[in-house]
């Protein structure tokens, strides 16, 4: 069984850092594509980032050229470094990672970022 454990997440101000990191567990799995996806109060889970195996990446145009994904598949992880905070970034972030070009079938259980004004 593979388990997607999230860290880093915590409290900063605007403007400031945080890198969240995401282990897959259970076994070593040539993924496809890892991805962060993230849920404020109230609010959809959205996308944030993605980067495949060919090391490809795409953005939320809300998070474009502030956040930067990467991944180590040696170590079986996804990270996400998230540059120039802003209030609105503020919500639980997940990791996510397919076997398959199509649809995430593993889901982390989320770690919280806050950002305060």
């Known amino acids: 069984q593979v388990q997607l454990v999230e860290s880093g997440g915590g409290l900063v101000q605007a403007g400031g850092s945080l890198r969240l990191s995401c282990v897959a567990s259970?076994?070593?799995?040539?993924?496809?594509?890892m991805g962060w996806f993230r849920q404020a109060p109230g609010k959809e889970r959205e996308f944030a980032a993605r980067?495949?195996?060919?090391?490809?990446?795409y953005y939320a145009d809300s998070v474009k050229g502030r956040f930067t994904i990467s991944r180590d598949n040696a170590k079986n992880s996804v990270y996400l470094q998230m540059n120039s905070l802003k209030p609105e970034d503020t919500a639980v972030y997940y990791c996510?990672?397919?076997?398959?070009?199509?649809?995430?079938?593993?889901w982390g259980q989320g770690t919280q970022v806050t950002v305060s004004s």
């Open positions: 980067i495949d195996r060919s090391l490809t990446t």
């Open positions: 996510a990672a397919s076997t398959n070009a199509s649809k995430y079938n593993y």
């Open positions: 259970g076994r070593t799995v040539n993924w496809y594509m």
